[in-house]
């Protein structure tokens, strides 16, 4: 259900997200589900428990006491006509049978209501019209023979035999690691992948059930809930929602190169079976996986909807063995109905025996032989076993007694639960900016880990209950940034896909080895049988070791996918751009500029020999371009009834680049000057969004638009709804919701047919950003806003324009995407933040997936994790390369699980609690009130204080007292409210705000924490102490400083990185040789007005301030403007905002807002 957290409470648990086949989407269940979903109570005093799942989320009783924000019956009525014709499609769409599903909500249940206060809102649109025909409604350009679509043989797997009952024991070798190949880079500048390429050995496919194993809690009564926490677990979702493995997931080829460069070590023998062209992953509720009783098993069958493309009949060769057709099955593809269940099933999480992770000893090589049943009584390899091989834990011999006081490394954890009172201590900034906190792990584990950059917990200790983690008063969720640019990345080629029967989580570094053939799968403790093809390891050749395979010693690979995991063959690259050409389009003069960047960077677009391309502009019109090859100039197509939109030619708009490169470059080179008289002032965005959905679904790819306007044509058209006086009101900002539906409803339609749309909005005026980033958010896009854009007045938005571009075209890029988080048995997600859209419970659709995009979740604790020392989570990203090549990313994450509130505040993680606290904030602003919003963030520091001060402190001392751990989480807190979206009393732009809340939600952790809290340096009396040299450079390191005026002084330079800009302060005393030296003029006044880069010269200082903004540079994707600002009134205005910890006209000061703090302890 949608977020709640310290402060945060549901507004009337019947506003669930009802999971049955009947959501107002076709199927997909909580299609609001990246956005607000939900509608919230006011605030209340912080009193009682923090975050209990409410009760069974399914009936439409308001919690007792709390006025309704919303008019619920408007809820009601909206979801029961809806559910009527939602049941006829299912009558509809029989032949596919979906199954019952633990996730169904009472038919009575409220729905999804998108934006609480927007009667406009209609449900997204019904899928039924593209789900029911296949994508080639005209045959697509490269399209295999007919006979490729067709039904072919696809023999069912035999059942698995019997598992070894005993374990051969083998001399351990020599630990080698796989050797790495350089790919041949792609560009000047792009990262180098080493591809480590893992080619198969003798044997078959892989096979197993896509429902979890998981046993699901019976719903638990909750406690009354009191005050509003943001973070609130609902106990309706069953552990196993975020058991099955992401369907059909695109991601670009690594380092543009598809499977060149691998060095491949050819033993395979083509498998054994024949496939299905579409994937033989057999669907269906395999009988090993039985939820708890009274729970009805699901199988995630194709929901109604969302075939993409081939035949949507389910029609089969044999009984066992239906023909998957839908993106669900792909990634977690499950057993046939018949299938036995295995004897060596666990009923119980059973702890985890020996590890295959470099380094430590197998489990197998003195065992004695395992009993068929490994519940933790009878396993020989259960605790007893873990204890007397493996030492993963330093000093633990009992974990659950060890696990009580300060465990593992106490020198860290005591620093980390060190009682700081915040009213005392004043310099809390450390001196460098903060690291990830690492999980109190043994170091054979630290060693395999996942990189915090791309996977981290708010939690690195996970609390053994959901009581515990109530109790805490911190959010537990995980942050993303699933496919983010690698130095290395090690690449499997394999015939076999190693993956557990029953909940399909892909073999990784943490399985446990009972012996040589059979290993215990870290989320759902089953048993499996290890194949024969992966007792072959690749890197040393030789057999018999599988936990040393790569897959087992590394937290983050990447499979190239067979069949198995295709629903058509791999789509091409395809890069439609959608020009607006108005008159306003042409006075801000983009135009010129992009067509210079894009021809630039022509030869960069990720792609191959399939790579296609098209244009497609409009002003009161839409524009087709005919750039078959063979034309002597390219032609243009007009069509003017905007109310009915078709595609004029078929097969002459998306062309194939190589071959008509020429035209390419001609109409780049001719369009700025076909409209530079243009006077039409109107806009039909809406109508050519629609034309580029009829010219993209063929294929799908990307479409990319350009906006300089308000949409005044057509359908999605809108109208103006800011009041420049409400600007800085402090009652509440208003139509922070899209006005209409329409982009929205466009999304899913594009999203369906693997389209993803790309916003570039260059605007000086309003142009309800609310309203047209739903085309974005819901088709997995990017958004990217220039307020004030005009190429002669402001030239600093040019320069940002220029650079943004080239990262855009030239990044790598995965086509028809999905992506799904496992987690061990126990845990489940509720709640996803980023731009996506949600196709079943745990499954994400990602038309288009990009390196600079990230995404969270939020997750509660339904059974106890008693019986497990350790907690994973495993996402993996199923997408199709730009060169056409089907791969699975998989990043694994491994935490030690406590049952003390001290261990739990020694592994919080600041920044990652931050960043889940802004997305479920931004959710709460606009489903119910920014005010409301900002109460939560507030009430969650108060609800931290309290629980720390009565639970673990154990010091009368008074004050405002948080461990070391968290002694930050007030001043972020106090940040966050002072940004751009939450912000009240200081005026800002409608469309600003909401770009804001829109890159809270889509923004990797790193790029969101400079954007709340900048890092603040003084430049002018850097020394080369503690510097850092990397190839002949010196960077020096120069310490944080609070963001309060009394750390900035007239007469130094204070450099302040806000992540997307650098402004460089310079003092009116300050030294005329540091203005000299590093910025090339004799003196203060000489210094320009917008000065806006650092000039290269040739002395010392010059070198150690640029290798400094380089190297911070270095590890952000988009590159940084950067102003030099004089010590004069407005430039001052521009640094001083972000002063946070100082009072401003409309905020407190830090040490305002800590007093209040402490007003509201209880």
């Known amino acids: 259900m949608s977020s709640s957290a310290p402060g945060f409470t549901n507004l009337h648990s019947s506003v669930s997200y009802s999971q049955n086949s009947s959501t107002p989407n076709g199927g997909a269940a909580r299609a609001y589900q990246n956005g607000p979903a939900q509608t919230y109570q006011s605030m209340h005093p912080p009193t009682g428990c923090y975050g209990a799942p409410p009760q069974q989320q399914n009936y439409p009783s308001p919690v007792p006491n709390k006025a309704p924000i919303t008019n619920s019956a408007h809820s009601a009525n909206y979801y029961r006509s809806n559910h009527h014709q939602q049941q006829q499609q299912q009558h509809h769409l029989s032949q596919h049978h979906v199954a019952a599903s633990p996730y169904s909500a009472s038919p009575s249940s409220a729905p999804p209501q998108p934006y609480a206060t927007l009667p406009s809102s209609a449900p997204p649109p019904s899928t039924a019209h593209y789900n029911q025909q296949p994508v080639q409604q005209h045959p697509p350009p490269y399209a295999p023979p007919g006979s490729y679509y067709g039904p072919q043989s696809y023999h069912a797997p035999p059942a698995q035999q019997s598992h070894h009952q005993h374990h051969q024991q083998q001399q351990q070798q020599q630990q080698q690691q796989p050797s790495l190949v350089p790919a041949p880079a792609v560009a000047p500048g792009a990262p180098v992948y080493p591809i480590v390429s893992y080619p198969s050995a003798p044997g078959s496919s892989q096979f197993g059930t896509l429902s979890s194993s998981q046993s699901t809690s019976a719903l638990g009564v909750m406690p009354t809930q009191m005050g509003a926490p943001l973070h609130q677990y609902s106990t309706t979702w069953p552990a196993s929602t975020a058991a099955a493995q992401p369907g059909y997931s695109v991601a670009p080829t690594v380092n543009g190169q598809g499977s060149t460069g691998h060095q491949h070590y050819d033993q395979s023998r083509p498998a054994a079976l024949s496939y299905d062209s579409y994937g033989g992953v057999v669907h269906g509720g395999g009988a090993a996986d039985r939820p708890a009783s009274g729970t009805p098993s699901a199988s995630v069958h194709s929901s109604p909807g969302h075939h993409q493309g081939g035949d949507t009949s389910s029609s089969s060769t044999g009984s066992a063995s239906p023909v998957p057709n839908s993106y669900d099955n792909l990634e977690g593809g499950s057993y046939a109905d018949s299938m036995p269940p295995s004897d060596h099933m666990t009923n119980q999480a059973a702890p985890y025996a020996g590890y295959g992770y470099p380094g430590m000893q197998p489990a197998y090589h003195q065992g004695p032989a395992a009993l068929p049943d490994s519940s933790p009584s009878h396993d020989p390899y259960g605790q007893s076993a873990y204890q007397q091989y493996s030492q993963p834990f330093p000093n633990m011999s009992q974990l659950s007694a060890a696990l009580g006081g300060l465990s593992g490394v106490p020198e860290l954890e005591v620093e980390a639960l060190r009682p700081v009172n915040l009213l005392q201590e004043k310099n809390l900034l450390p001196p460098r900016p903060l690291e990830a906190p690492e999980p109190n792990l043994s170091p054979d584990l630290k060693k395999v880990n996942c990189c915090p950059q791309s996977f981290r917990c708010t939690l690195t200790s996970i609390p053994q209950t959901q009581a515990l983690l109530n109790k805490a008063r911190l959010p537990l969720g995980l942050l993303l940034h699933p496919f983010r640019d690698l130095q290395q990345l090690p690449v499997i080629t394999s015939n076999t896909i190693v993956r557990c029967r029953s909940c399909r989580t892909y073999i990784n570094p943490f399985v446990t080895f009972l012996d040589q053939r059979r290993w215990k799968c870290n989320l759902c403790y089953r048993v499996n049988d290890v194949p024969d093809e992966f007792m072959y390891n690749p890197v040393t050749r030789s057999y018999g070791e599988p936990h040393k395979r790569p897959e087992v010693q590394n937290a983050t690979v990447e499979f190239i996918a067979s069949s198995d995991y295709m629903l058509r063959p791999p789509q091409p690259a395809a890069y439609l751009f959608v020009l607006d050409v108005s008159h306003n389009a042409v006075e801000a003069g983009y135009l010129k500029y992009f067509c210079e960047s894009l021809m630039d960077n022509l030869d960069k677009l990720p792609g191959d020999t399939r790579t296609r391309v098209g244009f497609l502009t409009f002003d009161n019109t839409i524009h087709f371009y005919n750039l078959q090859e063979g034309l002597s100039q390219p032609q243009m197509l007009v069509v003017s009834d905007i109310d009915d939109i078709f595609i004029p030619s078929h097969d002459s708009l998306m062309v194939n680049l190589k071959e008509s490169k020429e035209l390419v470059t001609d109409l780049l080179t001719s369009l700025p000057g076909m409209f530079s008289q243009s006077k039409e002032t109107h806009s039909a965005l809406g109508p050519a969004l629609q034309a580029a959905f009829k010219l993209m679904s063929p294929t799908g790819g990307r479409v990319t638009v350009f906006q300089t306007q308000l949409p005044t044509l057509g359908a999605g058209s809108l109208t103006s709804r800011e009041d420049p006086n409400q600007r800085s009101s402090t009652k509440g900002v208003q139509h922070l919701g899209p006005a209409t539906d329409f982009y929205k409803k466009l999304a899913l339609d594009c999203s369906g047919q693997q389209i993803g749309v790309d916003l570039f909005l260059l605007s000086s005026q309003y142009t309800d950003l609310a309203s047209l980033s739903c085309i974005?958010?819901?088709?997995?896009?990017?958004?990217?806003?220039?307020?004030?854009?005009?190429?002669?007045?402001?030239?600093?938005?040019?320069?940002?324009?220029?650079?943004?571009?080239?990262?855009?075209?030239?990044?790598?890029?995965?086509?028809?995407?999905?992506?799904?988080i496992r987690c061990t048995k126990g845990l489940s997600i509720h709640t996803f933040h980023g731009n996506f859209f949600v196709r079943s419970t745990d499954l994400l659709s990602l038309a288009n997936v990009n390196p600079d995009s990230a995404f969270a979740v939020q997750m509660s604790i339904e059974d106890s994790l008693a019986d497990s020392s350790l907690a994973c989570f495993q996402a993996a990203l199923l997408y199709t390369s730009s060169k056409g090549k089907r791969r699975i990313r998989v990043h694994t994450l491994c935490l030690p699980v406590v049952n003390q509130l001290s261990d739990v505040y020694a592994g919080a993680d600041v920044q990652a609690i931050t960043c889940l606290l802004a997305d479920m904030a931004i959710d709460r602003s606009i489903t119910s009130s920014l005010s409301d919003a900002r109460d939560a963030l507030t009430n969650a520091v108060v609800d931290l204080v309290n629980a720390y001060k009565s639970n673990v402190s154990n010091l009368q001392q008074s004050g405002v007292v948080l461990p070391a751990s968290m002694r930050l989480f007030p001043v972020y807190i106090l940040s966050l409210l002072k940004q751009k979206a939450l912000r009240t009393g200081t005026s800002t732009r409608l469309d600003e705000r909401v770009?804001?809340?829109?890159?809270?939600?889509?923004?990797?952790?790193?790029?969101?924490?400079?954007?709340?809290?900048?890092?603040?340096?003084?430049?002018?009396?850097?020394?080369?102490?503690?510097?850092?040299?990397?190839?002949?450079?010196?960077?020096?390191?120069?310490?944080?400083?609070?963001?309060?005026?009394?750390?900035?002084?007239?007469?130094?330079?204070?450099?302040?990185?806000?992540?997307?800009?650098?402004?460089?302060?310079?003092?009116?005393?300050?030294?005329?040789?540091?203005?000299?030296?590093?910025?090339?003029?004799?003196?203060?006044?000489?210094?320009?007005?917008?000065?806006?880069?650092?000039?290269?010269?040739?002395?010392?200082?010059?070198?150690?301030?640029?290798?400094?903004?380089?190297w911070l540079q270095d590890n952000r994707a988009f590159s940084s403007a950067i102003h030099v600002l004089k010590d004069d009134a407005s430039a001052k205005a521009t640094f001083f905002q972000y002063l946070v910890e100082d009072r401003s006209e409309s905020a407190s000061s830090y040490s305002e807002f800590l007093e209040h703090i402490q007003q509201q302890m209880s």
């Open 776 to 820: 974005s958010k819901y088709s997995a896009g990017s958004i990217f806003y220039y307020p004030s854009f005009h190429y002669i007045h402001n030239p600093a938005q040019l320069e940002k324009f220029q650079k943004d571009l080239e990262r855009y075209l030239s990044r790598k890029i995965g086509f028809e995407a999905v992506m799904r």
């Open 995 to 1110: 770009f804001a809340m829109c890159e809270f939600k889509t923004q990797p952790l790193q790029q969101l924490m400079r954007m709340v809290h900048p890092d603040l340096y003084r430049l002018d009396n850097m020394s080369d102490h503690g510097a850092l040299h990397l190839n002949d450079t010196v960077v020096p390191q120069p310490h944080l400083l609070h963001l309060s005026a009394d750390r900035v002084s007239r007469d130094g330079a204070f450099l302040m990185d806000c992540g997307n800009v650098f402004y460089l302060w310079i003092g009116k005393c300050c030294d005329d040789m540091f203005i000299r030296d590093a910025l090339g003029c004799p003196s203060y006044a000489s210094i320009p007005a917008n000065m806006s880069h650092i000039p290269e010269l040739e002395t010392t200082l010059s070198e150690r301030v640029r290798a400094f903004l380089d």
